[in-house]
């Protein structure tokens, strides 16, 4: 069975302070991680996904398998990071990846001025 | 349309009363997701449409959710005999096709009195 955690339901951090929200993940493939972010009265969208290796917003995410971790980290948060972000894994056991996800909790990101 | 759209946005059910949620997916997109979130959780895993096909309904609770997707384009998703427990926001997502991001739609909150 596939398992997202996210330790952390809420986080507050000041302005200009490095962020982290954790994750961590059980999954017995080769799994593909992503983070969603929702911004208050908006929809759930993608942040980033492992793969990509990409940074948005100033948001990056290594995939460390040997910990079965994909942490969040941006050096230094601003106030309109403030938001609900959601780990999330895809599997692709028996070969076979079409986008399902499984989801973590969700932590509360919030950026004091 | 500019993003999924989903229907109604907000719905009061009484127990026991038969409720529908309807989803729009952005046009061409081929793959279709149901999720369930309940308040404080992340988002829960229904089903899953490749155009028309139901290909996955693993995460369908009971018997009495129902989801269809006729022509490949709107999705349905029925609820029969509404009990307490089905409160939650249902999430339509889609995308162009396996592998490939996912857009989530607003949801809709169904409250069950």
């Known amino acids: 069975a596939q398992r997202v955690t996210q330790p952390e339901k809420l986080l507050s951090v000041f302005k200009g302070a490095p962020v982290e929200l954790k994750c961590n993940y059980s999954?017995?493939?080769?799994?593909?991680l992503f983070w969603y972010v929702q911004y208050s009265r908006q929809r759930l969208q993608l942040l980033l996904r492992h793969i990509s290796r990409e940074s948005i917003k100033g948001f990056t995410a290594d995939l460390n398998k040997g910990e079965t971790s994909f942490h969040l980290k941006k050096p230094f948060a601003q106030e309109e990071d403030s938001a609900m972000y959601y780990c999330a894994l895809s599997g692709n056991a028996g070969g076979t990846s079409y986008g399902k996800l499984t989801f973590g909790q969700g932590t509360i990101l919030t950026v004091h001025p | 349309g500019a993003g999924v759209s989903q229907s109604p946005r907000y719905k009061v059910a009484k127990r026991g009363q038969d409720v529908a949620l309807r989803c729009d997916p952005i046009?061409?997109?081929?793959?279709l997701f149901w999720y369930q979130q309940a308040l404080g959780q992340g988002p829960e895993f229904l089903t899953y449409?490749?155009?028309?096909?139901?290909?996955?309904k693993s995460g369908l609770p009971s018997d009495r959710f129902f989801a269809e997707r006729p022509e490949g384009s709107v999705s349905t998703l029925k609820i029969q005999r509404t009990q307490q427990e089905d409160s939650a926001v249902y999430l339509c997502?889609?995308?162009?096709?396996?592998?490939?991001?996912?857009?989530f739609g607003e949801g809709s909150w169904l409250t069950v009195v």
């Open positions: 999954y017995s493939g080769s799994p593909e």
């Open positions: 997502a889609s995308s162009w096709t396996d592998g490939n991001t996912i857009y």
């Open positions: 449409f490749q155009n028309e096909a139901q290909l996955d």
């Open positions: 046009s061409g997109h081929v793959s």
